[in-house]
């Protein structure tokens, strides 16, 4: 299977990339590009990567930014930053994608635990990680040429969790396993439309 990583230089990406290049052809793309350039904040930038790379078998966005802020000192332009990063980047990872992707392929898109249950400081997060949940729940009834896509939604995780724990007090970190394992689910299983929890 040939797989498109974007995020492939992040805590997650790096995980992903151990556990499915042993088995998978796996593509790598981010702002450093270890194999492919992209930026998701720009359809132009998402439309040159899947040109370059051709037909893919499945898709992971393990990226995103999003503005983490008090709510009261947020300004239009903070969430915005998610909006366009962590929203409309992954959406138009789908948009632009079905046109790449090939025949019962998979896009496999990341949000977290804030979209259900916010801390403090995430009001930003919050809306993107549900915006973005909603969004592939409806997206898999419309995708064309029997394509997938799910989202996987983890809790503060293992590897990041001692930068975080200040923020999440009282949860529990998700092993980096059951986090991978949740990703290589939705690419190797037949699900979609589903939000794959990691907490």
Do not use: W
């Not at 999440?168 to 394992?181: C, K």
Request: glycine content about 10%.
């Amino acid at each position: 299977m040939k797989i498109l990583l974007i995020g492939a230089s992040g805590t997650i990406g790096r995980r992903i990339f151990e556990k499915l290049s042993n088995k998978h052809e796996v593509v790598r793309a981010s702002r450093e590009g270890e194999d492919l350039k992209v930026d998701i904040t720009s359809p132009v930038s998402i439309e040159n990567m899947y040109k370059s790379i051709e037909k893919v078998d499945a898709v992971i966005c393990a990226a995103g930014p999003a503005k983490f802020g008090v709510f009261a000192e947020l300004s239009e332009d903070d969430f915005y930053i998610g909006i366009r990063g962590k929203l409309m980047g992954q959406i138009n990872l789908v948009r632009t994608g079905k046109d790449y992707l090939n025949e019962g392929g998979s896009f496999t898109l990341t949000t977290g635990i804030l979209a259900e249950e916010p801390v403090v400081g995430s009001t930003a997060l919050a809306l993107v990680n549900g915006a973005v949940n909603s969004f592939a729940i409806a997206a898999a009834m419309e995708l064309p040429r029997s394509q997938r896509i799910n989202v996987v939604c983890p809790t503060v995780v293992e590897d990041s969790s001692d930068n975080y724990e200040d923020f999440f007090p009282g949860y529990p970190p998700a092993p980096m396993d059951r986090v991978v394992a949740a990703y290589v689910r939705s690419v190797e299983g037949r699900e979609t439309g589903r939000i794959l929890k990691v907490y």
